[in-house]
């Protein structure tokens, strides 16, 4: 087994899950056992096996004990997946939203938090990082109704501080030219959130850029998404997809890798960050 890579103390405790899901499963496999017999000798079900190993659900530091000692890992390699297993138990700070916030959105927000880069498509509407309060809240008056309305607010605000952190998330944002004429909330909303996003694209670590109508046909048509990459090697990136009702991540290899091919062709189609300021600036004004 190759040394664990220390992870930073404010590593998101879903990034731990998910690199603690990881390791178990390769160290499964390296042992050569299946996940019935791994299952039956931890005293646990092959389903909770499985749902530990693709980080559905935590796995508490005795477990990971145990499971190492089955699978032959000794020393300080086991002390460091004990370790991070145990940060994979603190809280993020989205829990406590956990009352608005869906399962499956926690899940994003916990891997949003630690991602060193974020590259998005975005058809419709500006995408929550950009958004400003009165814009997220006819987002969700639209999209979910009055119900935990200032709740839900306050988390979209709360995750934006991945853009000015000690050491920000770099973001690259490719928007359909829609999203830019179509007048959520009215005009003097609108107003202000174009004028928002073109201070915000003026921090170093962010990219927009419009997608215009004259480009014509592009391979993005079906889906918005989220690529999150990782500062950490051993943390993998993945491709994020969701809509009203539910959330899906995709990390395998190929997926990733379609995607970030697709992301490079959007940035190629779109208009670069100077004419998509410019754009912003008019639309901006039609609106003012």
Partial sequence: MTATPTIRPAASPTVRRRRIARELRQLRERAGMTLDVAARQLDMSKSNLSRIETAQIGIKPRDVRAALALYQVTGSDAEALIEIARGAQQRG????????LPEWFEFYVGLEAEAAALRTYEAE???????????????FRRTAGEDGLERKIAARLRRQEVLRREDPVDLSVILNEAVLLRPVGGTAVMAEQLVHMSRIAQLPNVT???????????????????????ADAADASVVYLDNLTMGLALEEADHVLGYSLLHEELCRMALDPTASMTRLEHA?????
């Fill in 125 to 139: 509407s500006v995408p929550g990082l950009l958004q400003t309060e009165a814009y997220a809240r006819e987002i």
């Fill in 93 to 100: 700070w989205w829990q406590n939203y956990s009352d608005v």
């Fill in 208 to 230: 927009i850029q419009v997608l215009p109508f004259a480009a014509g046909g592009h391979p993005a048509m079906s889906t918005p998404y989220v690529i999150l990459n990782f």
């Fill in 284 to 288: 901006s004004r039609n609106f003012a």
